[in-house]
């Protein structure tokens, strides 16, 4: 009976979805579209598709509008027959989606009847996406006020009115505070049903409506400038369900000009990557461009190999499996589709089998490997990608830091202002968007004539990574057993493939204790005051290990005492992780040789 029963709510439409995503175009029909010098061309090419027969009974000449009109046809038909065979809680779930639209279409009436123009006429201009049963009876209203009410009371955005104006006070302005208000109740309601869910869904929803909410506060800021909304009633329209709630929405409450929006931006790595290059210059992008290329920048991935030339002149791989591994797992967390990791390990080695002459010949330099994958839909809206190309760059690399960085250890900048990863957040996946904002911090770490950012997170400034690297710490315990310490995969760092193999070699060894826990600023100047702090060092594939020597924390300057160590433990675990990558070692099982 179970069998029977398996899947009974969630199968029809699982199946439904197989069916509509088969029928999505591939990137081999975007390459043949491209041919097509006309319209009947397109309609010609698209027969041989799922897209054939929405077209097949339109008379010539086509048009742009018609297409259109039949795609947006299409896609309302396909969207309201799961929602229709939908149950809880992907109803309610496929619910928020059309309330966005439904929100736009109610400001477009309103906004039509304050001009008189007749609900007949506006609701053929109206989303379909956006339509609820009720829609029809609001053709009786014949003013915004008999409207507004209507809105009111027989809606599903009935609920998210409670904190609206009145309809006595509707005008030009207070329409869109009407929308804005609308939108920071849906907003915040959606966060609240899909947090409650959990999951992947929370996991994946909640990063893109805060992103959404912080969004909308910065632009809702900006735009109130020279109006007549003043700053606590700006701030009541703000969603807080982003990044920027509490301390940042404040902050945006009290601004007066466009720079001091960006200054609130400047303590949200993220953020303030947005700002650099936005301008109102003709050809310059604008804010919304930036925030735009943001959200499309998550759609993009990559990992980080190399190939070694050993002393036996064998060519080395470094637990690549790890690698495809990890690809996949961002994958999956940017909404990618995934691949078999074996088959692209099998074409990386036929590349560099190829090109083997491009890997040096030393065991100071590698060949670094940059495995891609990007999504390559043709749209401008924020949905998963069902197709993309992977593709693989190679480049020979010496050492990332100099010698001597390596003798006397490198700097960092720690500044609690920036963030590079928090919880629900995407921290342990390779994305790009989370690379591009740390390119800002590390600059004004470079102007402080440090080499690196130690990145901190949370009140109590929990470390978490430096730099691209994994962070280990190294100190006498209260036992007085030299400990090594790294943060735990929480979610706020990447799961490195150096960071793996450091601590099961340290657990092969068994000479000092080793645990994985969280550790804090607080507690590092603490054992550094007690003479209790070792070493700290960074790890990871393009800096293998790197010892830390000093760090600037709020006007703090910390001396750490790594390269003054006898026997110090990130020497040893170096040693050890080259002699396997150059085959000093032969025949590890974490080498993978290329014929």
């Known amino acids: 009976m179970k069998g029977c029963l398996f899947n009974i709510d969630g199968g029809y439409l699982e199946g439904l979805c197989r069916g509509f995503k088969c029928g999505i175009l591939q990137q081999s029909d975007y390459l043949n579209l491209v041919q097509c010098e006309t319209l009947e061309d397109l309609k010609l090419h698209l027969a041989g ?108 955005l009935a609920p998210f009115f409670v904190d609206c104006i009145s309809e006595q006070d509707l005008d030009e302005m207070n329409i869109e505070i009407i929308r804005n208000t609308l939108y920071k109740a849906y907003l915040e309601a959606f966060y609240k049903f899909c947090k409650e869910l ?72 993220e953020y303030s990557a947005l700002f650099e290059g936005a301008g109102n210059n003709p050809g310059d992008k604008t804010l919304e461009d930036k925030f735009f290329e943001h959200e499309a920048s998550a759609f993009i991935l990559f990992e980080g190999m190399k190939a070694y030339r050993g002393v036996d002149g064998k060519i080395r791989l470094f637990r690549p499996e790890l690698n495809m591994e990890r690809m996949n797992n961002s994958a999956v967390r940017a909404g990618l589709p995934p691949f078999r990791g074996e088959e692209l390990i099998k074409c990386i080695c036929r590349l560099i089998s190829i090109d083997q002459e491009w890997v040096p010949h030393s065991t100071a330099s590698s060949l670094y490997i940059r495995p ?38 490198i700097s960092l900048l720690a500044d609690p202002r920036y ?29 402080k004539g440090l080499q690196q950012v130690l990145w901190l997170y949370g009140e109590n400034n929990e470390l978490t990574e430096i730099g691209t690297m994994n962070i280990f710490v190294v100190y006498i315990n209260n036992n007085g057993e030299r400990e090594l310490l790294t943060p735990p995969l929480n979610g706020l760092i990447l799961p490195g493939v150096v960071r793996n193999s450091l601590l099961a070699i340290s657990r092969q060894w068994n000479q000092y204790k080793i645990t994985e826990r969280s550790i804090t600023m607080k507690e590092i100047i603490q054992l550094n005051s007690d003479n209790r702090l070792l070493e700290i060092f960074g790890a990871g594939t393009a800096c293998v290990v790197s010892p830390v020597s000093y760090i600037n924390f709020q006007g703090q300057e910390l001396h750490i005492p790594t390269t003054e160590q006898p026997e110090a433990i990130y020497q040893m675990l170096k040693k050890r992780l080259l002699d396997i990558q150059y085959g000093i070692i032969p025949d590890h099982p974490w080498s993978l040789i290329i014929e």
């Open 198 to 269: 959990g999951g992947t869904t929370a996991d994946t929803m909640c990063e893109i409506l805060a992103f959404e909410a912080d969004r909308r506060a910065i632009i809702i800021t900006i735009n109130s400038f020279g109006t007549e909304l003043g700053k606590d009633d700006r701030a009541k329209l703000y969603p807080r369900c982003g990044r920027l709630n509490p301390d940042g929405l404040a902050a945006l409450a009290r601004a007066d000009d466009y720079e001091q929006v960006k200054a609130v931006a400047e303590y949200y790595a």
């Open 372 to 409: 891609t994958l990007i999504g390559i839909d043709p749209t401008l809206g924020v949905a998963t990608s069902d197709s993309a190309l992977l593709y693989v760059i190679l480049s020979p690399v010496g050492s990332y830091f100099k010698a001597t960085d390596q003798q006397v250890g």
């Open 49 to 156: 598709t799922d897209y054939g027969s929405f077209l097949a009974n339109e008379p010539s000449p086509l048009s742009v509008s018609v297409i259109d009109d039949k795609l947006r046809e299409k896609l309302v038909v396909e969207f309201q027959h799961m929602r229709n065979h939908s149950v809880e809680p992907l109803s309610q779930f496929l619910d928020f989606i059309t309330y966005s639209y439904m929100i736009d279409n109610i400001i477009l009436l309103i906004t039509g009847t304050l001009h008189q123009r007749p609900i007949s006429e506006l609701i053929p201009k109206c989303h379909p996406l956006g339509s609820f049963e009720q829609m029809e009876a609001i053709h009786v209203a014949a003013t915004p006020a008999e409207l507004y009410n209507a809105v009111l009371v027989d809606t599903p």
């Open 419 to 447: 963030t590079r990863a928090w919880p629900g957040g995407c921290g342990n996946a390779k994305l790009g968007s989370n690379y591009g904002p740390t390119i800002q911090v590390q600059q004004e770490a470079t102007e």
